[in-house]
């Protein structure tokens, strides 16, 4: 029976370790997409801002930081959904050994306390009872994947908004000069 606890506790710390990894994982993917767009706004908002580019290269260069950052962004998004497969793997896995082992019950009392909204009582801690408030029932994972699809969203109207004002600014520039043209021509 002693060998059946130690193999538990075993696969326990081994589940915990590998929770703590991909949790690990979860967040500098995050980063890195985050900076990965963080760069290409940068990228956008150089090119917008400098005079000495053609309009032309202005909209070649916002199309191309856009695409991009659009098909970073869906691959952000599948990552995360799968990260957050393991992780949720991982937490049940736990709850399942907490079972078999009867004797701790940290993960079971975190899903039922954080996800589902359960009360929990403690018997030897102050305030005995914990409760947590309904907008903390969402999970972290749910909130991290509305991040790629608002940047999808950002991209897309970046993209629009300088192709369209770049194309407004050609025809008026060129409306402009017809104009000028045409009053030079004009003066006797």
Same mark, same amino acid.
């Given at each position: ?8 506790? $075993?696969?326990?710390? !081994? =589940? ?20 990965? =767009? ?12 400098? !005079? ?14 856009? !695409? ?36 701790? =019950? ?29 907008? +903390? ?19 897309? $109207? ?5 192709? !369209?004002?770049?194309?407004?600014? +050609? =025809? ?10 045409? +009053? ?5």
């Amino acid at each position: 029976m002693s060998s059946d606890v130690d193999l538990l506790l $075993a696969e326990y710390k !081994a =589940n915990v370790d590998l929770w703590k990894h991909d949790d690990d994982l979860r967040q500098k993917r995050t980063a890195t997409f985050l900076t990965v =767009n963080l760069f290409l706004f940068g990228i956008v908002a150089f090119v917008v801002k400098e !005079a000495a580019i053609a309009k032309a290269g202005i909209v070649v260069a916002t199309f191309f930081a856009g !695409a991009f950052g659009v098909l970073t962004s869906a691959i952000w998004l599948v990552i995360l959904l799968r990260s957050h497969q393991y992780l949720s793997f991982r937490r049940r896995q736990l709850a399942e050994i907490e079972a078999k082992l009867g004797t701790v =019950n940290t993960f079971t009392n975190q899903y039922r306390a954080i996800t589902r909204g359960e009360p929990l009582q403690f018997l030897h801690s102050e305030g005995g009872s914990f409760k947590v408030p309904w907008i +903390a029932t969402i999970s972290s994972s749910t909130l991290e994947a509305l991040l790629p699809p608002a940047m999808i969203f950002i991209w897309i $109207a970046i993209a629009s908004f300088v192709i !369209a004002t770049a194309d407004y600014s +050609a =025809n008026k520039k060129q409306s402009a000069q017809q104009q000028n043209t045409t +009053a030079t021509q004009s003066k006797p």
